[in-house]
């Protein structure tokens, strides 16, 4: 299926661009489902988009907040994409508390964090261990050694495909990821995609034959959902043969 690219002069513009796509498959979902299940980004990109969202006014009660994955942090650590989130977006909308799923970073050993997680989504959910999560919109970044999530290049992480939440690793320091099965059950997969110094992944990630183990970001393929590729033209400059 030819992927579905669009780039943008500036980030601005990128973000107009994705707060549009994203209202819509909010409505979308609310008019469908009832609610809206959306797997947040972390990273510095959607920062502008969370603030946007901010602005709106939405049913907030019908809306459910999840995250694609986290550092193992504590949400008042800079560092923290829950943190990131609440203070750019979530604080500033009247969204019930318990619309918010943050992703736990309290225990001490990830793993334990990781279990927990999965059996929140279960439980939400309503799926089984045979089952995945399907989230209305994941939301995803992408690093410029082609992670996404934490799905860092050859760690463990990649080749987890029977649970929904597993212990990323970059650096050696600990993350919380959604696996490889939920983000690609999305309905809609967005990556937000900034800055020139994502063009050598990028070029990895749609040449037709590289290493996805190394490049990750590859495998992200939704199953039923539709992916769509939001870059600035710093990023995007060497996809213009997909636009
Ligand atoms: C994280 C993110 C990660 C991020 C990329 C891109 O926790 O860091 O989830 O996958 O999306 O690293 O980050 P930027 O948007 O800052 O380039």
Known sequence: MTPHVEVFADRPQLITRALELTLVEIKRA??????????????????????????????????????????????????????????????????PPENIHPMPTQPKDPQEAAQIYDRQLQAFFGTGAAEFPCFDIVLL??????????????????????????VGSKDGQPRITLTLPVLNQARCILFLITGANKQEALTQIFAQQADAAQFPARLIKPVNGQLSWLLDAAAGEVLQDYV
Request: net charge negative; hydrophobic share 40%; aromatic share 8%.
């Open 141 to 166: 970044g992408l690093g410029p050694d082609g992670h996404t999530a934490s799905l860092f290049p050859h760690t463990e992480a990649l080749q987890v495909c029977d649970r929904n939440v597993t």
């Open 30 to 95: 609310i008019a469908e489902r009832g609610r809206c299940t959306i797997a947040l980004a972390g990273g510095n990109t959607p920062k502008p988009l969370y603030e946007q969202l901010a602005t709106q006014n939405l049913p907030w009660q019908n809306i459910h907040i999840f995250w694609g994955d986290e550092r193992y942090v504590p949400i008042s650590d800079p560092q923290s994409n829950a943190g990131m989130a609440a203070n750019a977006w979530l604080n500033q909308v009247a969204i």
